[in-house]
């Protein structure tokens, strides 16, 4: 929210510099944005009278004018504006001054051959307006060299941050009682005029939706002439960022911005029969002033007549009844409209305004009466006309809430000593009704209080949060205890051991669209949101690989050769009674080049299924599963490709990861180029280790004699997969065989049909002696024979 320092001293007295009342924000909770200063950015412009104006002697649309500025003698400037002659008032840039519009600087030049000393400007130029298709004109009164900034009365703009939470500061006068209770001037009041109505209400007002509309006030102005507002009504409006449009709709933007009630006001001529507040149609079709159109449903709040939806209630008005220059009778319509529906209907249709903002936060429902008093007061001052007398349909909830609050609480709850009656002062100067025994009514307008410790929160607010103390929390004796949980430790060692062999964390939404859910979901009862962020974001993510294939997706659009993407996080699934079933899981995604092209091969080399493999039992052994005692099988699921993945199990039934490459169907589900591969590796599915304290690594203890090792080719069926083999070769002899790996797989000339070779080496570590020739024998005699098992048999 913005606001001028100007109108802040509307409601606030205050000697306060800029800095000091941008540090009582911050400290009061209103987080100061930014500070704009308008006179700096109109430095170096001077009001000028134009003496002369000729025809530019090389151009058709340019003239050359001598300008008086009020130092010493006329310059000249050449000027192309329409409306620049002899005797009118306007504004000059000198040589040296940026044009704040487009920030060019001006300099001394010469235009067609003619000599020009500045610019004339504009009011766009400016950034004061629209308007560019003459320079400005001022009024006569306007003193000759005086600074436009001085002349625009430029002053100071607030860019503040206003919680949620604090509706009631959605208007610069309740950011003024703010910082009135934080010592920063005096509270300044707003004096409600006393507008006495002429003659009954020529138009029928209710509420035909008490639960959307509880309250709908208002009443005619005739004969209105809706101009220009004011100077000063302009000047605080473009201080907000608002455009100033017509008097009319300015008074209510005015309002709005000044006192943070949104308030409308319809052509009358464009009404027919009774004005009321209803529900809308199923169907219905309403002309927003966002010169959209939109459906409606019967479940929002509008304003109608007897001919159709005028109002979306709370959030924007329509094209049909606003209000022109040929406007001359108005109806004025101030309203409470229910927080909950306002925020509903902004939702579904998808329409944010100023209003909504205000009215889904909650407004004063205690300000109608004043508030259409101030806004009839504006209006007749700036347009002239003949108010009616007021119609109130309905009444809004504006019983303030009464809390029984012990002071003791600010201690307790806040941490810092405040005497008693410095409590009742600030929640008075608050607005806070307090009595003798500490019963405090809350103003209607604070919807934020609930509860004493609320009123605590406002105390030490203004109080000031940086007077509370900093305490140490209490700590036992003797050396702290881990808080981490097994589970931590366990993703802690993971996300350091994925890091280190080359993998990118990646961080990715837990919500998926439904169709990218539904193809990993295998059958799951999967979460869905009621009221999801977006549609894209509607459903729970039953696995990680989609937000990780989704990434690696964005990461080759935008040019990546290659990615190596993990990430530890949580699935989700719907459990017994209702409830969550959230599993802890490690997801890689592994795409594009695994090696750049080169010299020695000329092309880039990719990802393969053996790469995935690599990677899951690199990660299963450093999440402390038994990686050795694994089994390869099928079934990955049908997100990969049957015959390029495989699971990793601790038995049959206890599935620890799944590898492989995913399938084309599941690459064209998610429009990715292939191929891809990818892990999921089951946290909740590794045992915890038996005795095991953390983490910590086992000493070192190095053997004390030195390992032998000895090859053995076996011709073995060529189905038999070659981590059966070693796993019959490790199980030969468990105490002397710590290692077993193939090293050359052939078949072909020499291997009979239907078999391959496949060479193993076995390294044997003796213990306190080294092994005898016998014991080697009876080693390898030992494998032989559980090779053998697998139909494997020894070459010759």
């Keep these: 929210m913005k606001f001028s320092l100007e109108w802040l001293k509307h409601f606030l007295d205050t000697e306060a510099t800029v800095p000091d009342i941008a540090a009582a924000l911050n400290a009061i909770g209103h987080e100061v944005e930014g500070i704009e200063d308008p006179a700096q950015k109109l430095d170096g412009f001077r009001i000028a009278k134009v003496l002369t104006a000729a025809k530019h002697p090389d151009a058709d649309k340019l003239q050359v004018l001598s300008v008086d500025t009020g130092a010493g003698d006329p310059l000249q400037v050449v000027c192309g504006a329409p409306n620049a002659r002899a005797g009118m008032l306007g504004v000059l840039g000198l040589p040296g001054a940026v044009v704040p519009a487009n920030g060019m600087e001006l300099r001394k030049s010469a235009i067609r051959g003619v000599e020009s000393n500045g610019m004339m400007c504009s009011v766009r130029e400016l950034e004061l307006g629209d308007e560019h298709d003459g320079i400005i004109e001022l009024p006569e009164s306007a003193q000759v060299g005086q600074s436009f900034a001085d002349y625009t009365q430029a002053s100071p703009v607030f860019d503040v941050a206003i919680t949620p939470n604090r509706p009631d500061c959605m208007g610069v006068m309740g950011i003024a009682r703010d910082l009135a209770a934080a010592g920063i001037g005096t509270f300044k009041p707003v004096e409600i005029p006393k507008i006495a109505g002429t003659g009954r209400c020529p138009v029928e007002i209710r509420t035909d939706d008490a639960q959307g509309c509880p309250a709908f006030y208002g009443r005619v102005i005739r004969g209105v002439t809706n101009g220009s507002s004011p100077g000063w009504m302009q000047r605080r409006l473009l201080a907000a960022g608002q455009r100033p449009i017509s008097a009319l709709v300015d008074a209510t933007n005015y309002l709005m911005l000044a006192f943070g009630r949104p308030a409308h006001v319809y052509d009358l001529a464009e009404l027919s029969g009774a004005v009321r507040a209803r529900r809308a149609h199923d169907g219905e079709k309403f002309a927003a002033l966002n010169e959209k159109t939109y459906t409606l449903d019967d479940t929002m709040t509008v304003i109608a007549d007897d001919n159709g939806v005028h109002d979306i209630a709370g959030i924007m008005g329509g094209e049909h009844s606003s209000v022109t220059t040929e406007t001359t009778d108005v109806l004025l319509e101030i309203a409470y409209f229910a927080p909950e529906s306002i925020g509903v209907t902004g939702r579904r249709l998808g329409l944010a305004s100023d209003a909504r903002t205000r009215f889904e936060r909650g407004v004063d429902p205690d300000f109608l009466d004043d508030g259409l008093a101030l806004l009839t007061d504006l209006i007749v001052r700036t347009c002239g006309g003949e108010p009616s007398e007021i119609v109130r349909a309905g009444s809004p909830p504006s019983d303030g809430k009464v809390i029984k609050f012990d002071t003791g609480l600010t201690e307790c709850l806040g941490g810092v000593s405040v005497a008693q009656e410095q409590q009742r002062a600030i929640l008075e100067a608050l607005d806070f009704s307090v009595s003798d025994d500490w019963t405090v009514t809350c103003p209607p307008r604070r919807h934020d209080i609930e509860g004493p410790a609320d009123l605590v929160e406002e105390v030490v607010r203004i109080h000031g949060l940086d007077k509370v103390a900093s305490v140490a929390l209490p700590r036992a004796r003797g050396v702290a205890r881990p808080t981490a949980t097994p589970q931590q430790q366990r993703e802690r060692r993971l996300r350091r051991a994925a890091a280190a062999r080359g993998l990118n964390e990646a961080i990715t939404w837990s919500f998926l669209p439904a169709d990218a859910a539904g193809h990993f979901a295998d059958g799951a009862d999967l979460w869905a949101l009621d009221n999801p962020i977006s549609e894209d974001m509607k459903v729970m993510r039953p696995s990680l690989l989609p937000g990780l294939i989704t990434a690696a997706k964005r990461n080759a659009d935008r040019g990546a050769a290659g990615s190596r993407l993990f990430e530890i996080g949580r699935r989700y699934f719907r459990g017994a009674q209702g409830g969550s079933d959230e599993k802890p899981t490690l997801g890689v995604i592994l795409a594009g080049e695994k090696t750049p092209r080169g010299w020695a091969s000329g092309k880039a080399e990719q990802f393969g299924a053996f790469d995935a493999k690599a990677e899951a039992l690199a990660l299963l052994e450093s999440a402390g599963a038994p990686a050795a005692n694994l089994m390869v099988m099928g079934e990955a699921g049908s997100q990969f490709h049957p015959g390029q993945s495989a699971t990793l199990r601790l038995g049959p039934k206890n599935v620890l990861a799944r590898f492989g490459a995913l399938h084309p169907a599941t690459l064209k589900a998610f429009d990715v180029d292939g191929p891809v591969m990818a892990v999921e590796i089951f946290l909740d599915a590794i045992p915890a280790r038996k005795g095991a304290v953390g983490f910590a690594r086992p ?98």
């Design 699 to 796: 000493p070192y203890a190095p053997p004390a004699l030195q390992a032998i090792t000895r090859d053995f080719a076996f011709l073995v069926p060529s189905e038999l997969a070659a981590g059966d083999l070693v796993k019959a070769v490790r199980g030969a002899d468990k105490q002397a065989i710590v290692d077993a790996r193939v090293f050359d797989v052939f078949a072909g000339q020499g291997v009979p049909e239907g078999k391959q070779s496949m060479a193993v080496e076995v390294v044997l570590q003796p213990g306190d002696k080294s092994f005898t020739d016998d014991e080697i024998k009876t080693i390898s005699d030992n494998v032989i024979a559980a090779a053998a098992k697998h139909g494997a048999e020894l070459r010759g």
